[in-house]
Structures are given as C-alpha cells and as structure tokens.
C-alpha cells in the first residue's frame, strides 16, 4: 500500500515535470509518507531518539509534506532484521548498525565499527572526506540500499562482566554478548561471542546463559539494567572507537525521490549525527556516577590484554582481506586515513585533552 | 536592493499564505536570493569552504530556490567587520568566528572558543545539547542575530614564533597575533596581543611587526606561509581546544523566513559543520608532514607555561565574570558542561586514543 502511494506520488511528479499546467505544488514538494524501522527499543532515547529527530527533521524541511514515520525494534521487523527491511522494500529506511550484518558479508563491519577502527571524529572523518562513504556505499549497492552516518555513539565502554577479566586465558570460554563483526576478535582468543539485540541482553545475563555483555556506555547501558546483575564494567570498547548508526535507505525509493528531497535527507541525517554524540556527552557522564554510587566497579582492560586483542584483531581482518575483495578494499580505505590522521591527532587533540582531564578529573 | 527584493518576496509568501488562488509554489518555496559575507579569504578552501557547502546545501535542498551568495573577506566588508555586516541588514548573513568582536563585549568569546574551553567534540556537545546554543543565542539577540554553529577547527596549534618560548618570561613584550578574546590572556602574562585578519598576518610577521602569529593549524597556516619567517611551530593552541566557527544571521531576515526555511538553514549548517571538521583531518596530517619537511621545528610548550597561562585565563574569566552578568551566565553554563563531561571523556576516550596512537604514531 505504501509503495502504491509513493509510485502513484512520484508520477505524478514526473507528469508535473512536463506540464506546466500542472500544480506547482506536486511539483516542488510532493506529498511522501515513508516508514523508516530502527534497531532500537524507544527506551535507548538517544539511539531511537536520533531516528527521531531525523525524521522530525525531514519534515520541518519540507513543511510536512515528506514524512517518515519511525517504528521500534520489533513493531514492523526485529531489531536484527531492520537493514533486510529496507533492502527488501518492506519498509523505506532503516536506522541501524551496519555491523550487525556481518554475517552477510564482514565488510558491514566497517560502516558502524571494527576493532581498534577510529574514534568518532575520525570515522565521520573518514566518511565525509576519507573517501568512505563512497567505498561504503559502492559495496552496499549489492544490498540494494544506499547509507548515510546518521549518529556515532563515541568510544564506547568494554561491558558488564559477573567476574574480572585479569588475564587474556580469562577471555576463553566467556559467553560474551558483542554487538556485531568484533565478536570474530573475541572468538579468535576463546570467547564464545553472542549476538543479541537490545531487549534480548538482560534477561540472558540475569539467567546466566551470558557471562558478560556490552551494549553502548553509561546511559544506555543503564537503562538496560545490566549493572544489577554484573558488576564489573570495563573500559574502552577497543571494538568500538566510535561506532557509526546508519541510515539505509531502499536504492530503489532513494533514487525515486527529488534531488532536492535526497539534498534534505543528506542534511537531516548530519544534524541528526551531531545530535547523538551530543546527547551522549551529556546524558553519559551522570550516569557513569550514578552506576559507581550503585556499586558498579570500573576496571581497565590489561595492556596485556589490549595488545592480545588488537593482533588478534589484526590477524582477523589481513586473513579475511585475502580473499574478500570488498573488505580489503574498504578495509585498506579505513586504515589510511587513520594511519594518517592519528599522528595528527596526538599532536595537538591529545597534547590539549590530556592537560584538559588532568585539570577537570 | 537585496534587502527590497527580500520584501517583495516575503510579502507575496504571506499573501499567499491567506488566499488560496495565489500560486502555491510561492507560498511553499519562495524564491530568494541571500547574501554572505565571511572572514576569510577563498584560498581558507576548508574555513571558506564550509560556507560554501552551506550555501550549496541550501540551495540544493530548495531545488535552488533559496539561492546564497558567498563573499570573501574585503569583498563586501572587511574580514572583522562580518558581524556587523549581518547585525545591521548590509548582508543576511556573516561566517565568521564569535570571538573577533571580543571588544564589543568578551561574551562574544564562547561562541568560537575561550582558553583551556571544550574540545571540537564537547563544544559541539555544549551547543546542542548543553544549553549553549541557547545561551549564546540570548545574548546575541542585542546584536540583532542569531547564531548556528558552522563549523569547527578542532584543537588548533600555537603558532608560529620567532625565537623558542622556552620559559613564562619569554612571553613578556611578544607581539602575537592571536585570534580574538584569547589575547586577554596573553596581555595578563605580559605580551602583546594584536588581532589582525588573515591577509594582513604574513607581512606583519615578515616585517618584524609581529614576532609570532597563530592561525589555525597545519593545512592554512601553510597556506598563509608562515613557516617561511617563523621557524618554530607550536603545540597546543591551548586558546582553541575545538574553536567553532559561526554563521550569523541577521534576525529580521531570520524571523521573516517561512519555518520550512529555517529548518533547512539549520540542517545545512549542521551539514557544513560536519564537512569542515573532517576536511581538517583530512588535511591537516600531510600538511604537517611538509611543515616539518620544509625545517620546521614543532615544540611543546612547557608545562611550566601551560599552568601560568591556565592560571591567567582563569583568574581573567573570573574577574570579568564578576561585573559582566552576560559573560557569567555564559561562562557557567560551558564550563558545568566540560566540568562535567571531561572527566567521562577521560574513561574511554582518552584511554582508547592514548593507546591507538601508541601504534599508529
């Protein structure tokens, strides 16, 4: 039915196109009602919340003539299944983590997060100029969807773990909720990593068939309630730098829309981008102290432990770029601009931010 | 005449929008034609650039409809006078930095940056979701515009100098360019702040007028050629933790925009503000590695320094907070923000980036 809409809408575009007689108005702004499917309960205020506001968006840009209506995880598809929405037409749009569809092809990884990928500044980097939003893209053509960054939680925090984790022997065996494609990292060193949305975490790491889970950072992680039932949160999420939220958008629709329409969508997802960190660097610093007033104790990976990870990580993605083409391509894509702009990076940004925190910690 | 022309059009927008026989793409997208007057000159391709995309990206999204032209530096006003070019109806609207019209009142300072103030990343953080967006926007009401943030540097560098700065003495009697309300703080520790445009720094610098200058970092400071007659190049623009740049719009010609207008004005320049960060850090890696190619000499400044220069700036800030009620509502609201958010950013981001650069660098 909502495809029927939008057909008859964009001929009738068309038609104005070539008619002058025709109604101005069809012809500059046509009526769209879209549905866009998130991977996120509406609980994750500023996951959901950046679909949100992106929609909101759209629609203050066009006076409310293009709307696009958000569901949650599960009200149309589950969280896990929202990329295959809006490649497959169910839906228009999906806002989501491009990594969850690893299983697909790793190459999704890159789109959200590798491990000991860049930091969120450097990921929009590289999107906006590194040349990654067109690799990206050019490899998503396959899936019939196009993306845009549209949200980065910033670095995030390593998880929720019922016992320390000391030793790199003490990953073996750990039955570890990791969003996405870093799970193949954690598998390489013996852990058993678990793909769960959202909703799912909590009651898996209560009953136990978890024995550690990472979500995002402080906010989101408490409202998902993972402190009452684990208590040791570990820092950084070395799998997590600065994981990009994407917006897929069906090819077919994309291309269907009015330049200008695609021109407001391109916008709505960077304010939306800005948005989200913003939200995050407000809302995550309370709730770091409130977890620690509850109890919650906060631990350091080991540099034992980060060394092992990241040749882990690293042995991982050279053996999957021998014989994935797309992913060596993207992969090396990614690399050079950090490669590049990290040493950048600690000559002033880190220089700055250290004296910074010495003085406000 | 511009202003004329905007008349005309908003007027036909109102009339149309109380009389259903006017023809309906005047009232859903009037045709209107802006014009900006920026602070630096083209060759800026990342500062200038980012008014650019801007401009662009209206246009694009208002299928070239709402149509803004961009002016360098001295093409319609001086570099420090695009303030007040948007502030009095001569141009709809200024990109500029906040902090060059420090002289009217030091409020000006946060808009851009003020010494030992947020990051790129938490400056943005403030403005969107900390109140300051509001907050400036309060007080730039006076000036009879409205702020969007357009932009940002990142952490910038030094400068350039002459002579090394090897102790807090070294800066006694200095004539230093440097940008805007920063100055102060310069003065305080004995040197001569001078605020010059960026066409007036190079022959200042090369006639011995000035014995250092700052700019940004490494991508325009190479452009403007500084490094030719200033061999030492400091680290960290301890005054530009993450300066943002401003579009200022003129109020009245802001008000009268229909709401669908503003919004894409909004999303635009979050779009440019996007843009402009990540052409940096893009650039800004190679740029440095010529710098130092070409017998560039990058130094720290010393511990000793960078404590005697946070204690100048906060004792400044405090003294001018005392009298200016502006300034001290502004001041409070930023520095609760960073108080609070750097200690979180010192978790997992600092950790992460620490060791990222350990390998990459």
New interface residues.
Partial sequence: MKRREFLKTSAIGAAAAATVAA???A???PELKWRLTASWPKSLDTLFGAADVFAK?VA????N?FQIQTFAAGEIVPALQALDAASNGTVEMAHTSSYYYFGKDPTFAFGTSVA?GP????N??W????GGKEVLNDFYKKYNVTMRLCGNT????GGWFRKEIKTVDDLKGLKFRIGGFPGRVIQKLGGVPQLLGAPDIYPALEKGVLDAAEWV??YDDEKLGFYKVAKYYY????WE?GSMINLFINNDKWNAL???YQ??V???A??A???M???Y??Q???A?KRLIANGSQ?R?FSPAI?EAC?KAAHELHDEIAKTNASFKKVYESMEA?????????????????????R???
């Fill in positions: 109604p101005a108005i012809q500059s702004m968006s203050e840009a066009t006076d003539k000991f930091n969120q500044r450097l929009q980097g999107y906006y100029s590194g910033g670095c995030q925090m950072g402080p820092t950084p999420g070395w730098g009015p330049k200008h021109a407001i391109e916008h709505a960077a304010y981008n800005d948005w960190i913003a939200r660097d407000l995550n610093p309370p770091l906060l350091a980060m990241w601009f950090q490669g590049a702009a990290y040493p950048w990076f600690r000559v002033a940004e880190l220089n700055y931010d250290s004296f910074m925190i003085h406000l910690s």
